[in-house]
């Protein structure tokens, strides 16, 4: 008996220390993946007893019990420090290594692609969050991981929806994100406050990364602050002038001279280049007026929303069926992009790069051989 409670008082003196004011706040990374993930205590000691930690640390399931609660009870302390990243640093409570604080902020702002892809373009209010529980049976994450990652896009939309500055930096910053998960969640907010269409069935063969990819390419190209970087919301709304002067190039497939003389000249740079050409050839007046009605019609909202339906529907699916490859494609788009510049009667050269360019870059991305 005297040995069990001595037995008894060394773990009690562990768990004590564990959390103990002073002392190296001690988080298990496993653990802590596992709160993130939504798990219960009870399913957490399982998934660690499946481990093998008992083996390892030697430890009954009563001790990994204890060990398990006192975690979740940290983790939930830090959760209202991890939604102003900059205070962990400066409180006092935890004794948290620099490492550490990083590496506890970037797991709670990470999110499973097959959950954002869901809510991708969707608004951020509690409409939205109210189907939360139809998108995680349908993924598999738990309600309460679908419910973070819903409230962390949320809140970093709200805070840098105000802010002026490069988009991606004010992310950085404010929530002290690697590079790489700032960039995805500027996606993110680009989306939800342009509410891009992006569940239509014709999209769903498109990855949260492709989507990624082509916010990258609008940020940088399509917005006020890609004219202007201290421009207010500047990376978050598409430049309307820029979308005002899209019209102008409307020239080029309503001028029939300019049309017969832009279709010669790809056509000649082409020829011989590509087991497609006679396809190229056929389809080019169809292709370009699809991608010259595009631009053409993006100054209003409701073809914006639609911008990636349209890419597959007057672009990739026609190319898809005449079986060009990704080649094929960059191919095309390179001589059809060039050879307007020797266009004599054309004048909207600067528009006209500044729209291809991007339209370039995401038919590429999206286009799935």
Known sequence: MQDNSLYSADVKMSVELD???????????????????????NDAVKFRIEGGVMEECEASAEVLLSDTMDQYRTFQMCERLLHHPAKLANQLLFQIPPDRQAMLIERYYAFDDSFVREVLGKKLSKGTKKDLDDVSLKTGITLKSCRRQFDNFKRVFKVVEELKGPLVENIRQHFLLPDQLAGDYAAIVFFANNRF????????????QDFAFCAGQLINNWTVGAVDNMMEDMDVDLDKEFLQDLKDLKILITDKDLLDQHKSLVCTALRGKTNVFNEMEANFKNLSRGLVNIAAKLINAKDVRDFFIDIVEKFIEPCRSDKWTSIDVNLYLTHYTNSVHILDTFKYHAVWTRYMGVIKSCILRMYHD
């Open 19 to 41: 959390v103990f004011v002073g002392n190296t706040t001690i988080m298990d990374k496993e653990v802590y993946q596992l709160w993130l993930n939504g798990y219960t205590v």
């Open 197 to 208: 269409e992006t569940g239509k069935k014709k999209l769903l063969y498109l990855t949260f």
